[in-house]
């Protein structure tokens, strides 16, 4: 079964960190981009953060640069997201997607039906 499947989510307090994973299963994910995304109660989705398939570029959303780092081992077919300084507002839903054709220049900003693979989410809730 060809799937994207994240995990790593949890409760963490303002400050905290967690490490997410998207790992791919019944394909290679060296050819494709992969992009964070995350969804909040009552908000559309946005882009996080996203790293290309050629020379690992990345981009990241303005409101986690600094705190965010994407990176991926081909060797384990997985990308993750590291996220340090964690706030409240981080709070959300987080979604790996992957593509064949895109570049970091597009990755974040096609519409949810346009990605060749979605994971199910796993949650990230900052509290104290």
């Known amino acids: 079964q060809l799937q994207l499947v994240e995990s790593g989510g949890g409760l963490v307090q303002p400050g905290g960190s967690l490490r997410l994973s998207c790992a791919a299963s019944?394909?290679?994910?060296?050819?494709?981009?992969i992009g964070w995304f995350r969804q909040a109660p009552g908000k559309e989705r946005e882009g996080v953060s996203c790293?290309?398939?050629?020379?690992?570029?990345?981009y990241y959303a303005d409101s986690v640069k600094g705190r965010f780092t994407i990176s991926r081992d081909n060797a384990k077919n997985t990308v993750y997201l590291q996220m340090n300084s964690l706030k409240p507002e981080d709070t959300a839903v987080y979604y790996c997607?992957?593509?064949?054709?895109?570049?970091?220049?597009?990755?974040?900003?096609?519409?949810?039906?346009?990605?060749?693979?979605w994971g199910q989410g796993t949650q990230v809730t900052v509290s104290s």
């Open positions: 019944g394909f290679t994910l060296d050819y494709y981009a």
């Open positions: 997607a992957a593509d064949l054709f895109r570049t970091i220049a597009t990755m974040l900003g096609a519409g949810i039906n346009e990605y060749d693979y």
């Open positions: 790293i290309s398939s050629s020379d690992g570029s990345t």
